[in-house]
């Protein structure tokens, strides 16, 4: 089976299929670091970073949207 690390990433789409109760719970211990939450009876994951200063909060968000723009988001 593949992990998370090695599927590309697909955008979502307001059509695309939510994921199962299963796949959460196949998926969700490779991210330990991630929390599920539902907002709008959607469930999402989230994860807060706390930088030390606005230079390293701009720099790891510059990373974060290469990688981003490199899967298609």
């Known amino acids: 089976m593949e992990t998370l690390a090695q599927m590309k990433c697909v955008a979502c789409r307001k059509d695309a299929p ?3 109760d299963a796949e959460i ?4 211990p ?3 670091y991630w929390e599920i939450v539902e907002l709008d009876g959607i469930k999402r994951l989230r994860r807060v970073f706390s930088l030390d200063d606005f230079a ?3 720099e790891f968000t510059n990373k974060v949207g290469g990688l ?4 298609g988001h």
């Not at 719970?25 to 969700?28: G, I, L, Q, T």
């Open 18 to 20: 939510a994921v199962t």
């Open 25 to 28: 719970a196949e998926f969700h």
């Open 30 to 32: 490779q991210v330990p």
């Open 56 to 58: 390293q909060a701009l």
């Open 68 to 71: 981003a723009e490199q899967e």
